[in-house]
């Protein structure tokens, strides 16, 4: 059931950006644009990224193989395939290439200072991405997945409210991606603060799940956090079927794993973003320099709790939490 809408955001600055070969019709585009989608996932489990961007680009008049040609390229959950598919879309001349990942977004920048790129990414200004947040300088710019500290460690506030007698909580993180390491350190300041023991587990690859969660039974874990990465949100199905045979009470950061029977859910709406990342592209196809468009910022956050996992797992979820979520599948 929705209860209230989901994320308000800052629009953006527009100033000169010349594209190569830019031919204009009468309204101002580019007659000739490939925009590129670069996905860390697959298009097996999250096309509907993909349908989300090319949706918003038609809401500012672009019909793919009219007068826009949209390419799509997806890293199938491996950072390392990364190099290799910005290089095919350079070789395609792309006009604009959307990285949906901060992985994604770290190889291209490291692969073009030319071609203009919008991404949708953990920590912008953390990782690298931009020099500011207000004026990312450089060729970009986009939107932040998350808010500061209290983002992650919102995650463990809500999962002990929902289950308030836990003590122990498996974290399952990839520590390939830089920005994975830094949740489970904010992590562990919030831990100290609850009085829970916090028990990091490392998944590089989907042939670790079964071992790691091997480990949180071992360990007598009571609940799990699985921290968002192109691996867990690729093997989001196998990850949820995990934590509920195991009987462990999960939180994870985008609504896509309680979709797919995951307990709860605190996060960003991507697919919204992917819709939003449209706006950036309409105006960089318009002339506009990612130089000079603010990184946006995400300014409400999504809580979705999957009642029908929550009766199976045993759980019953304080009557307060399910009135503040946005969404609850019974």
Not at 6 to 24: E, H, K, S
Not at 234 to 252: F, G, H, K, Q, S
């Amino acid at each position: 059931m929705r209860r209230r809408e989901f994320i308000t955001l800052l629009g953006g600055a527009a100033v000169a950006w010349p594209l190569a070969a830019r031919a204009q019709q009468p309204h101002g585009l580019i007659t000739s644009a490939r925009i590129a989608f670069l996905g860390a996932e697959s298009a097996s489990t999250n096309r509907h990224f993909f349908d989300a961007f090319r949706q918003g680009m038609r809401e500012h008049g672009y019909v793919d193989g009219q007068n826009v040609t949209l390419v799509e390229r997806w890293a199938e959950g491996r950072s390392e395939r990364f190099p290799e598919l910005i290089e095919e879309l350079i070789n395609l001349k792309a006009n604009v290439i959307l990285a949906v990942s901060q992985p994604a977004a770290l190889a291209a920048k490291s692969a073009t200072t030319t071609i203009p790129i919008v991404f949708i990414a953990s920590d912008p200004l953390g990782s690298g991405l931009v020099h500011s947040l207000a004026r990312p300088g450089g060729n970009l710019t986009g939107f932040s997945l998350f808010l500061g500290d209290e983002f992650s460690s919102k995650w463990l506030e809500l999962l002990k409210e929902a289950v308030p007698n836990i003590s122990r909580v498996a974290v399952l993180w990839n520590p390939v991606n830089p920005a994975s390491s830094h949740y489970v350190t904010v992590l562990r300041d919030a831990a100290e603060k609850l009085g829970v023991t916090l028990q990091p587990h490392e998944v590089s690859d989907p042939d670790q799940f079964n071992g790691a969660f091997a480990t949180m039974v071992a360990e007598r874990a009571q609940a799990l956090i699985v921290v968002v990465d192109p691996l867990t949100v690729r093997y989001r199905d196998r990850l949820v079927e995990l934590a509920t045979r195991n009987r462990l009470p999960a939180m994870y950061g985008f609504r896509e794993f309680v979709d797919a029977g995951g307990l709860i859910a605190y996060g960003v709406n991507v697919p919204h973003l992917c819709r939003r990342a449209a706006v950036y592209v309409d105006k960089i196809i318009k002339g506009a320099t990612p130089a000079d468009l603010p990184v946006e910022q995400p300014t409400r956050f999504e809580l979705l709790i999957n009642l029908k996992t929550a009766k199976a797992l045993g759980i019953e979820i304080p009557p307060m939490l399910i009135a503040r979520a946005d969404e609850v599948i019974e």
